[in-house]
């Protein structure tokens, strides 16, 4: 299996040593709201994420919902945002593809691509991906195993694209008190047999914004890669995750928390 470890090498001289988005001596913090709102809600979050030293933006524009009468994301008009907060900050946009239908134009404007936990199986993703000369993260299905997820990621490592992020987003269990289980087991088992670089995403998992920093912490202490955390400049008008979101002022605590682990795994936060 292209997955498999093979020695530490791999792991710095080919996944992501183009985009010098994650490496062995860094741990990287992708933050932004689950959804580009407006260019305002964008800009606000974005401004004060970057004043914190964020380099990856994340923002959802097309949105993977349950309900189809939920608001669906701010599409087309929302990448433009993010393009404008790329040209403003410098930061790197990491936007979520929901269906082939929006492939081209969502990863056109995105220099990492995301594929969301409910969009893990479909294949025409995976193999489109693999073609990209980009970074691919693609979500850990919540029913789904480690070796089921770590086929399907095979799927884009055979294209010849090596920039694949796993990312562990929580598992569906018998446990409803979160939203999903942070499965740190398989977080240790995925480190162990495979040799790509590994985040987690504390904030689907928990469901709850006052659950996300302590899972955060447990993540960067046992030695993933990064984070992915949701962070909104007023939470309490969030279109999308509400209830997940950190405001700023939680985040940046959060932040200073996590760079003191990770420096005592001997890595820098970037
Ligand atoms: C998201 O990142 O906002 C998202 C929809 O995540 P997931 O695919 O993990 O549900
Ligand atoms: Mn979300």
Redesign the pocket.
């Known amino acids: 299996m292209l997955y498999s470890k093979r020695d530490v090498d791999d792991f710095q001289n080919i996944a992501l040593s183009e985009s010098h988005i994650i490496s062995k001596s860094t741990f990287t913090m992708m933050a932004g709201p689950?959804a580009a709102e407006s260019r305002d809600q964008v800009f606000r979050t974005a401004d004060a994420l970057a004043e914190i030293g964020i380099k990856v933006f994340?923002a959802?524009c097309f949105?993977?919902r349950t309900d189809p009468y939920a608001w669906q994301g701010s599409q087309e008009e929302g990448l433009k945002w993010l393009d404008e907060v790329r040209q403003q900050y410098g930061m790197k946009i990491i936007s979520?593809i929901t269906s082939f239908t929006n492939y081209a134009v969502v990863a056109e404007c995105s220099d990492i691509i995301?594929i969301?936990?409910?969009a893990m199986y479909d294949h025409s993703l995976l193999i489109e991906s693999g073609k990209a000369k980009k970074p691919v993260l693609v979500?850990r299905g919540f029913g789904t195993t480690v070796t089921e997820y770590l086929r399907m990621i095979e799927y884009i490592l055979m294209q010849g694209n090596n920039d694949v992020i796993l990312c562990e987003?929580g598992i569906r269990t018998f446990e409803t008190s979160t939203r999903f289980t942070l499965d740190l087991c398989g977080a240790v088992v995925m480190q162990d047999v495979t040799r790509l670089p590994l985040i987690c995403?504390p904030s689907?998992a928990a469901g709850k914004a006052k659950y996300v920093s302590k899972l955060a912490m447990a993540a960067a202490a046992l030695g993933c890669d990064g984070l992915?955390i949701?962070v909104h400049h007023n939470p309490s008008e969030a279109l999308c995750?509400r209830d997940q979101a950190l405001t700023i002022v939680e985040y940046k605590e959060l932040h200073k928390r996590i760079s003191e682990i990770v420096e005592i795994n001997g890595r820098k936060i970037i």
């Open positions: 689950c994340r959802g949105k993977s979520e995301q969301g936990a409910k979500k987003r995403d689907h992915i949701e995750d």
